[in-house]
């Protein structure tokens, strides 16, 4: 997938009406949705630049088939969810970006391989974190890595982002996702 320019960014944004902020976190979905692929982008607005980072926006293949919500997996709905992400513990683990407000989610239940945009839509608190895969390596698949997380495959990426994120002083994180565009 190719990486949009902040002028691309911020005219998509104008066509869709949403906020524009100087400091933010931005998915692009991919239209390949390759199973189990980190074929996604995430960005991080600052200081009128965009830095992109591969990472995914879709669960992974074993959470497809392996439903923890009877309602079905969750898939982010692509949209704006301003100041809904605070610095704190992933499952109680390591520092992350946690769900502290409620955001949209399709539910897919069809135990296929691919996540898709359902009928079944699900509003609320359901810890879709922004986080990191592996802490040591590149991760090649999602897997287990998301139930529906925005996850990035490369460890030092995070840690880029976390640490811009907290130099940033902010207490609350906006985070656009968009479709491939």
Known sequence: MRKYTIGELQ???????YQWFDFMIVGIR????????????????????ITWFTGTTNPGVHWLKNIMNPKG????KPGQYIDTWEIGLHQGKY???????PVTVYRDKDLDDKSEET???????FGINIHRANSSAISKIIDKWSAGCQVLNNPADFKTLLDKAKASKKKAFTYTLLKEF
């Open 30 to 49: 991919s239209t390949l949705d390759k199973p189990n692929e980190f074929d996604d982008l995430i960005g991080l607005v600052a200081n009128g630049k």
């Open 119 to 125: 009928a079944t839509i699900d509003t609320g608190l």
């Open 73 to 76: 997996t969750a898939v982010l």
């Open 11 to 17: 005219f998509e944004f104008k066509r869709l009406g």
């Open 95 to 101: 520092e992350a970006f946690r769900q502290t407000k």
